[in-house]
């Protein structure tokens, strides 16, 4: 007679309807993530969600508090995660496993600090934004216009043209920790998310892939915005995709230096002092519901 099946604990969270898997890889032995993430992440077949967190002890205790691993429901591995950091600091504070009011989070992205702004609201320090390309990274000799390389050097990367899906857009780059690119379109709501998303994740001027975001100015305190997430599709919100269009909002003077981010699941408030100032976002971090996950599949 075989012996029972091992099961993993798991939270179902979300900020700002960008939702999340936690599962705490201090207190548990793991399955191997890039397949036991895929299975989770389906929505017919797992739990559902658009990433799946995993809580470590940090790789230097004397830089981190806590490392943050982030897969995709493709089982892709990514640096950083806005919205998934402040779902995962509240994780540890209703687990006691910090009281602290500001933690450092290590990620592939470097390390990030959440701070506690009260009822479920969490402001990050973001970091610097990245914008030289070759660090974001943005190949910008397959842009194909021989203009740009000379123009933008050691960047900023604005409105620079690229043919995707047969359609020329203007568009704009920066990197928050993971690779974004800034399409501004007339309305959000009309946007061609599902086609030409994909194709400008995939395009040769982006070697790691990248983020898609579609946003519109609202005014000059009020950006709205969807997303089409490197390795998992659109979602209802990206963190760090909110801090990419402010930025380079900002950059293109089209907006202040205080934002508001209207996505499709919530809002969030970005901040910004250009250049030598880090990005700050302020969001929710809700839980939805707890369980458990057989380890293997049956």
Same mark, same amino acid.
């Given at each position: 007679?075989?012996?029972?099946?091992?099961?993993?604990?798991?939270?179902?969270?979300?900020? *700002?309807?960008?939702?999340?898997?936690?599962?705490?890889?201090? $207190?548990?032995?793991?399955?191997?993530?890039?397949?036991?993430?895929?299975?989770?992440?389906?929505?017919?077949?797992?739990?559902?969600?658009?990433?799946?967190?995993?809580?470590?002890?940090?790789?230097?205790?004397?830089?981190?508090?806590?490392?943050?691993?982030?897969?995709?429901?493709?089982?892709?591995?990514?640096?950083?995660? =806005?919205?998934?950091?402040?779902?995962?600091?509240?994780?540890?504070?209703?687990?006691?496993?910090? #009281?602290?009011?500001?933690?450092?989070?290590?990620?592939? =992205?470097? &390390?990030?600090?959440?701070?506690?702004?009260?009822?479920?609201?969490?402001?990050?320090?973001?970091?610097? /934004?990245?914008?030289?390309?070759?660090?974001?990274?943005? $190949?910008?000799?397959?842009? #194909?216009?021989?203009?740009?390389?000379?123009?933008? /050097?050691?960047?900023?990367?604005?409105?620079?043209?690229?043919?995707?899906? #047969?359609?020329?857009?203007?568009?704009?780059?920066?990197?928050?920790?993971?690779?974004?690119?800034?399409?501004?379109?007339?309305?959000?709501?009309?946007?061609?998310? $599902?086609?030409?998303?994909?194709?400008?994740?995939?395009?040769?001027?982006?070697? $790691?892939?990248?983020? +898609?975001?579609?946003?519109?100015?609202?005014?000059?305190?009020?950006?709205?915005?969807?997303?089409?997430?490197?390795?998992?599709?659109?979602?209802?919100?990206?963190?760090?995709?909110?801090?990419?269009?402010? +930025?380079?909002?900002?950059?293109? %003077?089209? +907006?202040?230096?205080?934002?508001? &981010?209207?996505?499709? %699941?919530?809002?969030?408030?970005? *901040?910004?002092?250009?250049?030598?100032?880090?990005?700050?976002?302020?969001?929710?971090?809700?839980? +939805?519901?707890?369980?458990?996950?057989?380890?293997?599949?049956?």
């Amino acid at each position: 007679m075989s012996g029972a099946r091992r099961s993993i604990p798991f939270t179902k969270m979300h900020g *700002a309807g960008n939702d999340f898997v936690v599962l705490d890889g201090i $207190a548990h032995d793991l399955p191997p993530l890039e397949t036991f993430a895929r299975r989770i992440g389906h929505r017919s077949f797992g739990i559902g969600c658009d990433q799946t967190l995993v809580v470590r002890r940090p790789s230097d205790p004397e830089s981190a508090d806590f490392r943050m691993e982030i897969y995709n429901r493709d089982g892709s591995q990514v640096e950083m995660c =806005g919205n998934g950091i402040r779902a995962l600091f509240k994780f540890l504070r209703d687990r006691d496993y910090t #009281g602290q009011d500001s933690i450092r989070v290590e990620t592939l =992205g470097g &390390v990030v600090v959440p701070r506690w702004a009260g009822r479920d609201q969490v402001e990050v320090d973001m970091g610097r /934004p990245v914008i030289h390309p070759a660090k974001i990274p943005i $190949a910008l000799e397959k842009l #194909g216009s021989p203009g740009i390389r000379a123009a933008a /050097p050691e960047g900023p990367v604005l409105d620079v043209p690229l043919t995707a899906a #047969g359609h020329e857009v203007i568009l704009s780059s920066v990197s928050m920790g993971n690779p974004h690119a800034v399409v501004t379109v007339d309305d959000v709501e009309t946007a061609p998310v $599902a086609t030409l998303g994909p194709a400008i994740e995939r395009h040769p001027a982006f070697p $790691a892939g990248t983020n +898609v975001e579609f946003i519109q100015i609202a005014g000059r305190d009020r950006i709205r915005q969807r997303t089409w997430e490197r390795g998992t599709g659109e979602t209802l919100a990206c963190g760090s995709g909110a801090c990419a269009a402010a +930025v380079t909002g900002i950059l293109r %003077g089209v +907006v202040d230096a205080e934002v508001v &981010v209207e996505l499709r %699941g919530g809002e969030l408030k970005i *901040a910004w002092e250009r250049e030598t100032a880090s990005v700050f976002m302020t969001g929710p971090a809700a839980t +939805v519901f707890t369980g458990e996950i057989p380890a293997e599949e049956s």
